[in-house]
């Protein structure tokens, strides 16, 4: 692993196999080392490349309030600074936000998308599933609080079952080093948090996504996720929906063969030619 300079912030990042480059852009709280189960299954049809983003990992922290407009940037200098735009991008959860504000801000940087559940809840605004935007707001509100308070450890929990993942995910799927990370990472999560334009991804947005887009999710995690799911497939004519049976909010971690099919099936029939 080395680190890359993009703009005068380090990134952490590392690359194996070989083939059409592929790069992975991981969630909150986590690092590259989340990807680690899915790598291997990518690597016999494509270079796979996972950086850290900025704040998580080895990768720099920079003072002052973040915007998610930045990661944007980042993973632009990532495929620009690595040569390996344009790629296929595939992003979980947060970084699935970032990669679909790549797509729509810097299209010709990528081939193909593959996106899991991203959070995008102010979707949900103005619906018949707004009670759901309501309780993932205050639980959020909890979670944040809880890290203001000097108690990482329970926020973490806390978000882990009960806001992004699911009851019983921090015991059952998260390895002691996956929980020490997630830890390690509550400062940057609230950082995060109170961007004021993490979730301003609105559906008039999404209308002008043309990259062609594979929206993964499962059916085994929390509500408000089907609904943002369904809302952003409706507003995304370039998005094309795919269940993973049995899956949750991270398909990386317990279902990695099934997701990689659907990576590597999204990639192979819907290449973008090179810019």
Do not use: K
């Amino acid at each position: 692993m080395t680190l890359l300079d993009v703009d005068g912030i380090r990134l952490r990042h590392r690359s194996d196999g070989a083939g059409p480059p592929v790069v992975l852009v991981h969630g909150s709280w986590d690092d590259l080392h989340g990807w680690d189960r899915l790598v291997p299954h990518l690597t016999g049809a494509h270079r796979v490349v996972r950086y850290d983003r900025r704040g998580h990992g080895g990768s720099d922290s920079v003072p002052g309030q973040g915007r998610i407009g930045e990661d944007v940037d980042d993973l632009a200098g990532v495929l620009n600074g690595l040569g390996v735009a344009p790629a296929h991008v595939v992003g979980h959860s947060y970084g699935a936000t970032v990669a679909l504000l790549l797509a729509l801000r810097h299209p010709r940087l990528c081939r193909t998308l593959t996106v899991h559940e991203p959070p995008l809840f102010a979707l949900l605004a103005g619906t018949p599933d707004a009670g759901l935007l309501d309780t993932v707001r205050g639980r959020m509100d909890r979670v944040a609080g809880l890290i203001t308070a000097g108690r990482p450890a329970e926020a973490t929990r806390l978000f882990v079952d009960e806001v992004g993942f699911g009851p019983g995910t921090w015991e059952r799927v998260l390895t002691p080093r996956l929980r020490e990370t997630f830890v390690a990472h509550a400062d940057t999560w609230l950082d995060q948090a109170r961007d004021p334009d993490r979730l301003a991804l609105g559906a008039g947005d999404l209308a002008a996504l043309a990259v062609p887009t594979l929206l993964t999710h499962g059916d085994a995690g929390l509500p408000w996720y089907p609904p943002v799911m369904r809302s952003l497939a409706a507003a995304a004519p370039a998005v094309r929906p795919h269940l993973i049976t049995g899956a949750g909010h991270a398909p990386h971690l317990t279902h990695a063969a099934e997701f990689a099919a659907a990576v590597l099936s999204h990639t192979r029939a819907r290449p973008r030619p090179q810019a």
